[in-house]
C-alpha cells in the first residue's frame, strides 16, 4: 500500500515544504528547522553580529580548530573541551550556517519528494498532509529539510530526478504511488539517487519500501459488509495504475467469488467525486440495485452521500424507489478516514491509518539508508483499523434489500 487517497492529486495542507521558484528554493517548514534555506527573521536578529567559530575561541582562549574539532564531534580534542565548546556556543548564540555545511561536504542534508498530483487535488484530501508533516517530523530532528516539488505528470516527475541528480540538489527522496511498470526505481538507481518507497513493494527490489496490506484491509471491510447482510457490492475505486488499487481490485474480486455476491462491480474514477457520484446514483436506479459502496477515499464517499441526501429530501426520487433520507441510502464505507466522515450525516464508516506515523516511518527508513546502514527489501506496517460508523449500522433485510434497525 502507498500513499493513498488519489493517485495523481494530494493535499500538502501545512506539511513542511518547499517548492522551487525561479531555479532557487523557498521554505515553509517550522520556524528554527532546517529546510534547506534560511527563513526570514526578525529586524533585530538580521542586524545583531553573527557568531562565528572565531568568537568561541577567543571567549574560550583556544584554537578555531579545536572549536571546530569539538562542535562536529571530532577525535582531536577531549570530552571535557567539547562540552566547553558546545556550551559557550549555545550561551552566545552561535548557530550552524548551512551554505558552510553544504560546501564543506558532499551532504545537502535535504531529502526530495517530488508527486507527480495535479494541484487542485490538494485541496480536498488530508492523507497527504498527515503523511508529508510525519516526514518532517522525522527529518527535522535529524537536521534534514524537505524540498516539495509537486509535478503534473509523471515525465516531470522524472525529469525532476535527473536535475535533482545532476545538481546534487538532494541527499536521497521519497516516492510514493508505485504504478504498474513503473520506471521511477530504475531510473532512481541508474541516477544513483538514495530512495525509498512508501508502497509498493517494488518488483525487483532496486528501493526498500514500507508498505500496508491492502488486500487483507478489503477482506475486512467485505466481511462487516456481508455480516451486516449486503450481497451487492460495488467498489469505486481510484486509479487502474497504480499497486494499491490493483490490490484492492484482485481482493474484492476474490472476495465476491468465494462468497457467491449476488452482485459486485468494480469502477474507476480517477478519484473525481463527481464521476463517483453519478455512477452511486445510477447503480441505486435499476431494478437491482446495489445495497453497499466502497470508495477509494472520504470525498468520493462524502460527495455521493451528499447527492443521495440532497435527491431524497427534495422529494426528487426519480429511479430511487421513494426512499426516505437517511434510512433509505445505501450502505457507505470509506478507504480513507478523516474528520470528513465524522462531520457528515449520516457519519462514514471508514479505514483509519496514522498518516502521520506512516511518514514518519518511511523517512526514518530513508534516513537510515542514507547513514549506511543495512535496511531489508520491503515490510508491511501499520495494520488499518476499520471504524465504523452510521453509514453501515443499518442491516439489509434480504428479502426486501431494505435496511433496518
Known amino acids: 500500500m502507498g500513499v493513498t487517497g488519489k493517485g495523481q492529486s494530494g493535499r500538502s495542507g501545512n506539511a513542511s515544504r518547499q517548492t522551487q521558484r525561479g531555479g532557487q528554493s523557498t521554505s515553509s517548514s517550522a520556524r528554527g528547522s532546517q529546510a534547506g ?24 582562549g583556544i584554537s578555531q580548530t579545536a572549536v571546530s574539532f569539538a562542535i562536529n564531534d571530532r577525535p582531536g580534542v577531549s570530552d571535557e573541551t567539547k562540552r566547553r565548546v558546545k556550551e559557550a556556543a549555545a550561551a552566545m548564540g552561535w548557530s550552524p550556517a548551512y551554505a558552510a555545511q553544504a560546501l564543506g561536504s558532499s551532504k545537502t542534508m535535504t531529502v526530495g519528494f517530488a508527486p507527480a498530483r495535479s494541484a487542485d487535488g490538494f485541496q480536498t484530501e488530508s492523507f497527504m498532509l498527515h503523511f508529508m508533516a510525519g516526514i518532517h517530523s522525522s527529518l527535522s530532528t535529524k537536521g534534514y529539510g524537505l524540498l516539495y516539488r509537486p509535478c503534473a505528470s509523471l515525465t516531470e516527475e522524472l525529469a525532476t530526478y535527473r536535475d535533482w541528480a545532476r545538481r546534487r540538489r538532494v541527499d536521497g527522496v521519497i516516492l510514493v504511488d508505485l504504478r504498474a511498470d513503473d520506471p521511477r526505481p530504475a531510473l532512481l538507481t541508474e541516477l544513483g539517487l538514495p530512495a525509498v518507497l512508501a508502497g509498493g513493494p517494488d518488483p525487483v527490489l532496486n528501493i526498500p519500501s514500507l508498505s500496508i496490506d491492502d488486500s487483507r484491509t478489503m477482506r475486512t471491510i467485505l466481511d462487516h459488509l456481508a455480516q451486516m447482510g449486503h450481497r451487492s457490492i460495488a467498489y469505486l475505486s481510484g486509479d487502474e495504475r497504480l499497486d494499491y488499487s490493483q490490490a484492492r481490485v484482485e481482493a474484492f474480486r476474490s472476495f465476491a467469488h468465494k462468497h457467491a455476491l449476488e452482485a459486485s462491480s468494480v469502477d474507476f474514477t480517477d478519484f473525481d467525486p463527481a464521476t463517483a457520484s453519478a455512477l452511486t446514483q445510477s447503480k441505486l436506479s435499476g431494478p437491482h440495485p446495489f445495497t453497499a459502496f466502497i470508495y477509494e477515499n472520504e470525498t468520493m464517499a462524502a460527495s455521493s452521500m451528499r447527492v443521495l441526501a440532497e435527491v431524497m429530501i427534495r422529494g426528487d426520487r426519480g429511479g430511487l424507489g421513494g426512499k426516505r433520507f437517511p434510512h433509505g441510502l445505501p450502505a457507505m464505507v470509506s ?13 462514514i464508516t471508514a479505514v483509519h491509518r496514522d498518516a502521520g506515523q506512516y511518514g514518519t516511518k518511511v523517512a526514518n527508513l530513508l534516513c537510515r539508508l542514507l547513514a549506511g546502514e543495512p535496511v531489508s527489501g520491503n515490510r508491511r506496517i501499520l495494520t488499518p483499523k476499520l471504524v465504523v460508523r452510521e453509514s453501515t449500522r443499518l442491516t439489509v433485510d434480504p428479502n426486501h434489500l431494505d435496511p433496518v434497525f
Open 37 to 60: 534555506v534560511q527563513e526570514s527573521e526578525p529586524t533585530e536578529a538580521r542586524n545583531r553580529p553573527r557568531v562565528g567559530l572565531k568568537d568561541i575561541a577567543q571567549e574560550l
Open 335 to 347: 478507504f480513507e478516514d478523516s474528520f470528513v466522515c465524522e462531520a457528515t450525516y449520516p457519519s
